[in-house]
């Protein structure tokens, strides 16, 4: 799977999001201050990997700032991106399972590597779910 990365610093687990990833054999692309190139403000950086997966270049997307709020906020402004705060395994799975998200949001500060594995790992592993009302709850966000 292509997945984009963008963090607003190398803080907490910014690196270990990509080598985390890498090793479970996705294709990374970077962004912000995990890319040279790019500016490394949260709001920029997020956009950047939610554009990746809103115009096809990327499956799903990694988002992290400081506490990882700034990240969902400026990714859910780009059309067909659902992004979720994620601070546990659980909600990681009841974001992919009910809410049909393609973007995870990680707090810098809060995520410890230990977690990071545990969320990244349900993440992963969750799938849409194909019950009727849960997928009209999330076709519906297409109209609001």
Excluded: F
């Excluded at 707090?107 to 990071?116: A, E, F, P």
């Amino acid at each position: 799977m292509r997945i984009a990365v963008a963090a607003d610093s190398l803080d907490g687990v910014a690196r270990r999001v990509v080598a985390g990833l890498r090793d479970r054999g996705h294709q990374v692309i970077t962004h912000g201050a995990l890319n040279d190139g790019e500016r490394d403000d949260w709001a920029w950086a997020s956009e950047a990997a939610a554009r990746d997966v809103s115009e096809g270049r990327a499956d799903q997307a990694v988002v992290c700032c400081w506490t990882g709020t700034g990240a969902s906020i400026a990714a859910n402004k780009v059309p067909g991106v659902r992004a979720a705060l994620c601070v546990d395994a659980y909600t990681a799975d009841g974001a992919r399972r009910w809410n049909d998200a393609n973007v995870l949001a990680l707090s810098l500060r809060l995520t410890s590597d230990v977690l990071l594995d545990e969320i990244l790992d349900a993440w992963l592993a969750g799938r849409p779910s194909t019950d009727e009302a849960d997928r009209a709850n999330v076709s519906h966000l297409d109209d609001i």
